[in-house]
């Protein structure tokens, strides 16, 4: 079992939902966050006076799978998140190994509990 | 729009006779009346001003509402400079070319410049000598007569602002603003207001469903059709995503203010009290109708989208108002019922035939102004009567259907020209990525809510 985060452009996320969607995983958590990376920060201005915001939105992704979804999900992540101008910003994906899975309402463990 | 004065005209012939009968001595007391009347008309027309000044609270409120948080402060922007830029506009040029006189019956040309035309206001009638003639049926003063209709021009105005909304250059919305008070919007307001060929003609708009609501709703849709929209509101498989508005207490407040200034929008275009019955009666008819257009539009969603939609119940009070201000002074408010009802079905159906076409207008502005000033304006020949406080005859539907045609082509196609000069002369769209960031930070490097975000300063 592997847990899947991506960090996503925000305006990502409905592309990447469709396209994992239609890949089968159908399982996710999704978060807003804010962090930087090569992008660096963007220049804002209040009243006249300049100021530097180096903490820019993101979206993250959780998505748990089985070893068999990694690269489905990974592709689909791939495929959708790419804005394919060239342009620095547009994410990441860690994969890591997982210990356990349990669903709450059940008690259910590891593979069947994804 | 003439007769309530009828009252004010007599008081100032009855002094005038007094004095020419007495000779020497004016009655001092009919004096007194007449000055008392003049103060009367003129608070009656700054405080109604006041009010439709206070829509563009209303306008920015709705369409910041409307949109995404992302660009609330290009909104909140725009909606302010809108103003000052018809304020600019249209004491500089607008006002002589839209009530100047004119000998051509198309645009005025005396006293074009900054109010400066000769002119002894209050003066009323036959009394009245001076450049802006048109205006010589309401007793007071040239200054409130100017505020007054400052604050109509800018509505026109900001009525455009919503359907560009999310994705125009800041600097092409400004400009088009100028050049639309300064002189589009003047022209065809002379046709109608300033004495021009289709107030020759009978044609009857009392207090602007076409001259200032469809006008700006002509500028809008052009707007919207040349910019184009935005990104991700049709996708590329048929469906329709909705782009949804960051402030529903926003919108709905923003409604609610406009609500109030169109009791000085609608009742003020008397520009005078006379005996109070016309201001009384035209409050009543365009608070029925802006009633009727809320329960319509709630009906219609609800059997539509099986929801009683808030935006659209917003949309259908707007719609109501935009439907009675044309036949306000002259319908019953028996009539004001059937309008706002016809007002509040229309706009839902508008909306969602304006995104069946792949034109997006953020706010709904054209459906609100644009196709319910048509229809207000057509309501005036079905629903008028001679009785009413608007003492005027009823225009026939061959009358209205050509100052709607004609104001609407002149409008329409001199605003489409003119967007898409200005898309030559260096594009009036914002570039993708800026419109996918926000126009706030892209136009104005600035948030409305910078509290919301974790962030470092440095």
């Known amino acids: 079992m592997k847990m899947i985060i991506a960090i996503i452009q925000p305006h990502k996320l409905e592309e990447v939902k469709a396209e994992l969607t239609k890949n089968e995983i159908y399982r996710l958590t999704v978060s807003d966050v804010q962090g930087y990376g090569q992008q660096k920060g963007k220049t804002e201005v209040f009243r006249g006076h300049e100021y530097t915001v180096n903490l820019l939105r993101k979206v993250r992704l959780e998505i748990a799978v089985n070893e068999e979804f990694v690269k489905p999900t990974v592709d689909a992540i791939l495929k959708a998140a790419k804005t394919g101008e060239g342009k620095i910003g547009d994410g990441k994906i860690f994969i890591m190994p997982m210990e356990e899975v349990i669903r709450i309402r059940t008690g259910e463990k590891g593979k069947n509990a994804i | ?458």
């Open chain 2, 1 to 458: 729009m003439k007769t309530i004065f009828r009252f004010s005209v007599l008081l100032l012939l009855f002094s005038h006779g007094i004095w020419a009968e007495g000779e020497a001595s004016p009655d001092p007391v009919a004096e007194k009346l007449t000055a008392l009347q003049v103060g009367l008309d003129t608070l009656w027309v700054l405080v109604a001003g006041m009010l439709v000044f206070f829509m563009n609270a209303g306008f920015a409120l709705v369409e910041s509402g409307f949109c995404q948080s992302k660009n609330t402060v290009n909104i909140l922007a725009k909606n302010f400079i809108v103003f000052a830029a018809s304020t600019f506009s249209f004491y500089a040029i607008g006002w002589g070319i839209m009530f100047g006189t004119g000998s051509n019956g198309y645009f005025g040309s005396e006293g074009l410049f900054f109010l400066q035309g000769a002119d002894n206001s209050p003066a009323v009638g036959d009394a009245y000598q001076g450049t802006y003639s048109s205006m010589n049926w309401t007793g007071v003063p040239l200054e409130a007569k100017f505020f007054f209709q400052l604050v109509f021009a800018a509505t026109a105005a900001t009525i455009v602002s919503g359907a560009v909304a999310e994705r125009i250059k800041f600097h092409s919305f400004t400009i088009f603003s100028f050049i639309l008070v300064a002189v589009l919007y003047p022209i065809t307001g002379h046709w109608v207001w300033g004495g021009g060929w289709l107030a020759e003609l009978g044609f009857h708009d009392f207090a602007g469903s076409t001259v200032v609501h469809s006008v700006g709703g002509w500028a809008a849709l052009s707007g919207a059709l040349v910019l184009g929209p935005r990104k991700g509101k049709f996708l590329a498989n048929g469906h329709i995503k909705p782009i949804l508005g960051h402030s529903m207490t926003s919108a709905a407040l923003g409604t609610l203010i406009l609500w109030l200034g169109w009791f000085g929008f609608n009742p003020g275009s008397f520009m005078g009290v006379g005996d109070g019955a016309g201001i009384a009666h035209v409050i009543l008819t365009t608070n029925i109708s802006a009633a009727m257009g809320a329960l319509a539009s709630t009906v219609t969603a609800w059997i539509i989208f099986k929801k009683p939609d808030l935006g659209m119940i917003l949309n259908g009070t707007l719609a109501g108002l935009v439907g009675i201000t044309a036949p306000c002074a002259i319908v019953s408010t028996p009539s004001a019922v059937i309008i706002g009802t016809v007002s509040g079905i229309l706009v839902v159906l508008s909306v969602l035939t304006f995104d069946k076409l792949k034109i997006d207008d953020p706010v709904g502005a054209t459906s609100v102004h644009l196709v319910c000033g048509i229809w207000g304006t057509v309501a005036v020949a079905i629903f008028g009567s001679a009785d009413m406080p608007a003492g005027v005859d009823v225009p026939s539907l061959v009358t209205q259907l050509t100052g709607i045609l004609a104001i609407g082509v002149f409008t329409f196609a001199i605003s489409f020209a003119l967007w898409f000069l200005l898309k030559l002369a260096g594009g009036i769209r914002v570039s993708d990525e800026e419109e996918v960031m926000g126009l706030d930070l892209g136009e104005h490097g600035a948030e409305a809510y910078p509290d919301f975000n974790i962030r470092a300063h440095g």
